[in-house]
């Protein structure tokens, strides 16, 4: 049965470049003594915008591991696919993040409902959780509103996941279930009914990712109470564990937070809280590998320097067409954005300041950093001269690349000085 490490990592990498930087920055956590597992993960709106193939993640993830002589475990992730977007990442992926976001809602049918509920219904009352110091006082209408909202979101995961489980063999992959793109949290509550329904489909979960409270905007820090974050956090811990001997879940089942990348302001409390229970973590970073390598090349001036402006400059014609697609995960303020004749005057260390993600840099313009993110479609347009600018200036790209991960990310999560 192939399982996941205690900690690992979702590394995205739109452009498929960046592999070996992105591993050099887990082998160097390895001689801190943190041992990460890789995963190259990457969606199905991503291969589309650029016209990829989920093989060539693969092809990307093989490469990288061999060139770099790492022996040890990685995966490939098919992310957020659902069960008419699994079809092409079966044979390429070992990883599958069954996407049940957009059942979330719907109803099972009645049956289906009233065999959950006959078992589901012991918990009313009082449920304490060990670990968790205020129980939980579930009404009965609440279990009957956990099941009616979610039940059929768990049905379609097993139909998923049956899908996959059939091609592949039972045990020859790793299996998460998200839930993360979705407006409303789901409660510690919600997350153990969610893991019973799980359990019953008898799905071999893995890796969960609920909606956590606050916003995970893409590529930018956490907007929220990183206190009552952190103590949702840990609550959702305690109910892992507890459905796992509850319901006999798998036993290395862990939390996998889509951070949308660097989410400074909780990494150091999740890495703190995590090693203090003993519990594994699953980190994805999306795809802001697009980001370090437009610093990279920005910082490498000339003809790099003015590729990535002209990029910026378009990104600010085209401002809803881009940003439409991320609704939910960005939050731009218009106003905040430097003009175009700001920009053009700008040298290369002034524009990587604007969109390198040093919190409190007073250069740091996070609205322009979420512009830029889902700006790389433009690039995808574009894609030979960008390719070409990648690879002639490999050093500057990689560096930043490799410093993103492991000091802004890996540092602030493992406690490394
Ligand atoms: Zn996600």
Redesign the pocket.
């Known amino acids: 049965m192939k399982t996941l490490g205690k900690y690992s990592f979702g590394l995205g990498d739109r452009f498929g470049h960046q592999g070996t930087a992105q591993l050099k920055a887990i082998t160097e956590a390895s001689k801190h003594g943190i041992e990460i597992t890789p995963v190259w993960n990457k969606s199905n709106r991503e291969h589309m915008t650029i016209g990829t193939q989920p093989s060539d993640v693969r092809t990307e993830a093989d490469h990288a591991t061999k060139k770099a002589g790492f022996l040890k475990e990685y995966f490939v992730d098919a ?2 696919i659902n069960f008419d977007t699994v079809d092409r990442f079966i044979d390429s992926s070992d990883f599958f ?1 069954i ?1 049940v976001a957009s059942y979330i809602g719907s109803k099972a049918d009645d049956n289906e409902i009233k065999e959950f509920l006959s078992g589901a219904l012991k918990y009313e009352g009082e449920l304490k959780i060990p670990g968790i110091a205020r129980s939980f006082n579930i009404s009965k209408q609440q279990i009957i509103n956990i099941t009616e909202k979610y039940l059929f979101a768990a049905l379609k995961a097993w139909d998923i996941y049956r899908k996959i489980e059939k091609a592949k063999g039972r045990g020859n992959f790793i299996t998460e279930v ?1 839930m ?2 979705v407006p409303e949290p789901q409660t510690p509550a919600e997350l153990f009914f969610i893991l019973r329904m799980l359990a019953l489909e008898n799905i071999p979960v893995q890796t969960i ?1 609920p909606k956590f409270s606050g916003r995970f905007n893409k590529g930018v820090d956490y907007v929220g109470d990183p206190q009552a974050f952190n103590l949702e956090f840990e609550s959702d811990l305690k109910v892992i564990d507890y459905a796992v001997r509850e319901f006999g879940l798998p036993e290395n089942l862990k939390m996998s937070i ?1 951070s949308g990348s660097d989410k400074f302001a909780i990494y150091p409390s999740i890495g703190s809280i995590v090693r203090k229970f003993n519990k594994g973590i699953h980190i ?1 970073t999306a795809g802001t590998t697009w980001l370090e390598e437009v610093i990279g090349l920005a910082v490498s001036g000339g003809e790099a320097l003015d590729f990535v402006k002209e990029i910026y400059f378009e990104s600010l014609d085209m401002i809803e067409e881009l940003c439409a697609p991320y609704a939910d995960v960005i939050d731009i303020r218009i106003s905040h954005l430097p003009s175009k004749k700001e920009v053009a005057v700008w040298n290369q260390e002034r524009f990587a300041a604007a969109i390198r993600h040093i919190p409190g840099n007073s250069n740091y313009n996070p609205d322009m950093r979420q512009l830029l993110h889902v700006a790389y479609k433009l690039a995808a347009h574009k894609m030979d001269t960008y390719f070409s600018l990648l690879d002639k200036y490999e050093d500057k790209v990689s560096e930043s690349v490799y410093e993103n991960i492991f000091s802004r990310h890996i540092c602030r999560l493992f406690d490394i000085k």
Do not use: I, N, R
């Open positions: 992310d957020h993040t996407d998200s993360d793109e990712a889509h994805k």
